[in-house]
């Protein structure tokens, strides 16, 4: 049943690279001169002067300058200086300033009052306060580089049809900002239409957007209809949210890579039906890495001695992290267990459940003065096996 067929993804719309943030000091934004030309590099004094304000007023280091001069030249500090006074006035760190400058140079080319403040003017006025902006935009420094009334506007309105105004469109935005500076009408609209075609409702379909809206963006329509199919093949109902969690699970590994996982589970004891049942119940443990999935099922079998049709039939427990949570919770169910604490069998997949409040009221607070191991055992200072 999981044998499904796969095509290739389209390439991500956009991918950034990493940064180099170095801190700025804007006391004095007029131009100071630098003794060195970065890795001894002889440039046009167009280029000098660019590098040097780089460096000296935005805050970047001689190698980053060097790189974003090839994508800018300046003749004059005048407009760079009120780029840099603009984004001051909005509150942007010197540290978010070279963030921004050191991943798009050509923001310094752009124009205070004609382009670059009318999109903080709209983004305000649709619910973002101003720490949002300065967040949003210091993480995601494209914005400042596309139309407004072509770009951001409609992303804007597409959003807003599916997730109506107000704080959730300003979370979703938050979270994934580079929707903004996607034809998301494009690259979502046949899928959306799709999924309502499929009978899935508004609710899911927000929720997907919210939580998983790169299984919208970069999947090819033919590809995501087929993974329609697979999902409601496998009898989960388009009204239930697990609907939307399967999809994106379905669609977040190509086909090797799900059959390497598949094969993966088979080799500690699951049966193909095993692993059905198991994604009917949480597909989210098919998209962890195989490093994460030998890691758990090592020690769920090995050390907690719980066997494959167990752990199968409570998959969440691979979701859980190893270190914080299910090594932390068994070394101090063994040590109550031993001091005789703990009469009735406990259900190690309920232990893990609880929130971690409810945990260390019931299981540490509740005994720590009987037996001070236990907290010792909640902070990993006790010798597992002890």
């Not at 004095?28 to 002889?42: R, W």
């Not at 490093?291 to 020690?299: L, N, Q």
């Not at 001695?305 to 070394?331: A, D, H, M, N, V």
């Amino acid at each position: 049943m999981f044998r499904f067929v796969r095509k290739t993804l389209i390439p991500i719309v956009s991918r950034r690279g990493s940064i180099e943030t170095h801190s700025c000091f804007f006391q004095n934004l007029s131009l100071k001169s630098i003794s060195t030309t970065p890795k001894g590099k002889e440039t046009s004094k167009a280029s000098d002067f660019t590098v040097s304000y780089l460096v000296n007023s935005c805050g970047l280091s001689p190698d980053s300058a060097l790189r974003a001069s090839k994508r800018l030249r300046l003749k004059t500090t005048e407009k760079p200086d009120s780029v840099l006074s603009f984004f001051k006035s909005y509150g942007f760190t010197d540290a978010q300033i070279t963030k921004m400058i050191s991943f798009r140079p050509q923001i310094l080319s752009s124009s205070p009052d004609k382009t670059m403040k009318p999109k903080m003017d709209f983004l305000h006025d649709i619910g973002f306060s101003t720490t949002d902006l300065t967040f949003v935009l210091s993480k995601n420094p494209n914005i400042w580089t596309i139309s407004i009334d072509n770009q951001i506007v409609p992303a804007y309105g597409f959003l807003k049809g599916i997730l109506g105004a107000g704080d959730v469109i300003v979370s979703t935005i938050k979270t994934a900002p580079w929707l903004l500076h996607c034809n998301l009408d494009k690259v979502m609209g046949l899928k959306i239409e799709a999924l309502r075609d499929h009978g899935v409702p508004d609710s899911s379909i927000s929720a997907m957007i919210k939580h998983q809206p790169r299984r919208l963006l970069n999947v090819h329509p033919d590809r995501f209809t087929e993974a329609l199919k697979e999902v409601k093949a496998l009898d989960f109902k388009p009204s239930s949210s697990l609907f939307y969690v399967a999809l994106g699970s379905i669609l977040s590994s190509s086909k090797s890579k799900w059959e390497e996982k598949f094969e993966l589970y088979r080799s500690f004891g699951w049966s193909e039906d095993d692993i059905i049942s198991a994604f009917k119940k949480q597909p989210m443990f098919m998209t962890l890495s195989k490093d994460k999935i030998r890691g758990m099922m090592d020690f769920l079998l090995k050390e907690l001695g719980l066997k494959p049709s167990f752990i199968s039939c409570y998959p969440q427990l691979l979701l859980y992290s190893l270190e914080k949570t299910i090594i932390p919770r068994w070394t101090v169910i063994r040590v109550l267990t031993s001091h005789g604490l703990l009469i009735k069998k406990v259900n190690f997949h309920s232990i893990c459940g609880l929130k971690e409040e409810k945990f260390l009221e019931r299981y540490v607070i509740k005994y720590q003065e009987k037996v001070p191991q236990v907290l010792q055992a909640y902070q990993g200072k006790a010798v597992i096996g002890d």
